[in-house]
């Protein structure tokens, strides 16, 4: 790869790495352009975990861990999280919830609706989300009906990034859970593309204003440089900022405006005496609205979501093994991600620390969602179990969501973002960010679908400069 000079050079492989790599080799199937991508992580595996036939709840806690590193405990105002070196990134753990940003949140993007709109619906269709999946399952149906009956007409079936279609005539339709992994073999069907795995990018490297290319490390710790014409970071909201500031490309707002959402889980349970067997799967999406800055979430009943090989048991009381809340955080410059030069890891790139704390509107919709839990709780008939008396609601440190967002977040102004509306750095021509960095906010949805259909935006862009 040293020895070329490619159109379009992608850094990170998780959910907008892998939908702007698929994207670009689609746009640019017949053309000869050369599209690059570097990984940091290895392949670890080709789908995601929950695809495993054996996988549970148990197993996933057991096999999880070694990829998913824990990097909170040098981040003490920062401490839930995690980061996964892998091809794949994150998308191979996740759990493949996909609600569309509200409008209230979409009003204050720079993107207009209708365009947004449309890149939801592509990036709906390629990882075939689907309210499916819960499908003619009694606990979700007795559930939603309730809610609804009790003044929730939005509650809704979950949104799962999930391929419930039959292998057919030679087509296979197995992965059912997604990850980018299937966005990687979408674009190798589409055309070749190099890829180098266990390779760092540590710098981006500009020229007059314009991008030249990336510096990359070796295993063995030796320094190259690719050339491009295009380079696309997606490297994560935590990451992305580091490369960027490790490279010295100007601008106020990289790394700052850091959001993610406040997180309450409850312990629970539901009675399903009287409910068809077997009650199948849970899936509950309790949306935010104009008047709730939050989102409920039910899943379950325990390990039971996804789908696998043990027995499930006939019961009459099951418990919900994810009954959660997720709260609007304001978007705030105080709110970062720098590095610290003198703190540098195997292959020299400098670690990150997290400046964060929840402002008192943050703490106000904490105290909104504990109460929305217990009254939405009583609406379905659910147990929320009780621990010296008090409800068990537990407040989750900052960082445990995994939907850390907005540290290059697009809009017009150079001063109040990082990119402007196609994702492009606004100092340095060429150089775009792709991943959950660039989310201008995230309200209170699952944030991965908005990246990825960004990401696919961010490729069409690019394809048309190319000509
Ligand atoms: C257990 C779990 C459950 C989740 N469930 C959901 C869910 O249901 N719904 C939802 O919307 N979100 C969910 N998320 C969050 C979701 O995974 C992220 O929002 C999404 O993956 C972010 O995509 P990304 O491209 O920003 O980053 P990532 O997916 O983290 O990808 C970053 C990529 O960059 C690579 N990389 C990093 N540094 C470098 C470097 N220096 N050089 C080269 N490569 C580099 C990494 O190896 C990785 O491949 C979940 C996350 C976890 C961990």
Redesign the pocket.
């Known amino acids: 790869m040293a020895k070329q000079e490619y159109d379009v050079l992608v ?8 939908a702007s790599i698929w994207r670009l080799c689609e746009q640019l199937a017949g053309s000869g352009k050369r599209i690059g991508v ?4 290895d392949l670890f595996l080709p789908t995601n975990v929950s695809n495993i036939p054996t996988m549970n709840g148990a197993n996933f806690r057991l096999y ?1 861990p070694p990829e ?1 590193k824990m990097i909170g405990n040098r981040l003490p105002e920062y401490a839930g999280a ?10 191979l ?6 609600p569309r940003m509200p409008l209230s949140e979409l009003v204050k993007w720079p993107v207009p609706i209708e365009e947004m709109d449309l890149y939801y619906k592509i990036a709906e269709q390629v990882m075939n989300v689907t309210t499916s999946y819960t499908q003619d399952s009694s606990i979700t149906e007795v559930l939603l009906n309730r809610l609804w009956a009790h003044g929730y007409p939005e509650a809704d079936k979950l949104p799962i990034a999930a391929d419930l279609a039959q292998t057919s005539y030679g087509k296979l339709h197995s992965n059912v859970l997604f990850s ?1 992994i299937t966005f990687l073999a979408k674009a190798l069907s589409r055309r070749p593309f190099d890829l180098a795995v266990n ?4 710098e981006v490297v500009t020229d007059k204003g314009k991008v030249a290319g990336v510096k ?1 490390m070796t295993l063995d710790k030796g320094p190259f440089m690719i050339r491009s014409k295009h380079v696309i970071v ?4 935590l ?2 900022p ?2 960027l500031l490790n490279s010295g490309i100007p601008g106020r707002s990289i790394g700052h405006y850091l959001t993610n959402h406040s997180y309450l889980v409850a312990t629970a349970s539901v009675s399903t005496k009287g409910f068809d067997d077997p009650v199948g799967a849970l899936g509950i999406i309790i949306p935010q609205t104009e008047g709730r800055p939050y989102q409920l979430q039910l899943q379950g009943p325990e390990q039971y979501f996804n789908y696998h090989f043990d027995h499930k048991p006939i019961k009459t009381e099951w418990g919900i093994s994810f009954f959660y809340a997720s709260g609007l955080v304001e978007s705030r410059y105080e709110n970062y991600v720098y590095i610290e030069p003198g703190n540098r890891d195997e292959y020299g ?1 400098p670690e990150i620390q997290v400046k964060f704390a929840y402002s008192s509107k943050d703490e106000a919709v904490v105290q909104e969602m504990y109460a929305a839990m217990q009254r939405a709780a009583e609406r379905m008939q659910v147990d929320i179990a009780t621990l010296d008396g008090t409800p068990a609601i537990c407040f989750f440190t900052p960082g445990t969501d ?2 850390e ?1 907005g540290t290059c977040r697009m809009g017009v102004d150079p001063d109040t973002s990082a990119t402007n509306l196609y994702g492009e750095i606004h100092s340095v021509s060429g150089l775009f960010i ?4 660039v989310l201008p906010t995230i309200g209170a949805a ?4 908005s ?1 990825v259909a960004l ?1 696919i935006r961010t490729a069409d862009h690019i394809v048309r400069r190319l000509g």
Do not use: C
């Open positions: 850094i990170g492989t998780g959910a907008g790495g892998g570097v990984e940091r992580g999880a998913m995690k980061v996964v070196y892998a091809l794949g990134g994150r998308t753990f996740w759990g493949a919830v996909t980018s390779t760092p990018a540590v990359v997606s490297a994560s909201a990451q992305t580091r490369i790139l995994y939907h967002s792709a991943d959950n960095s699952n944030p991965t679908l990246t990401a």
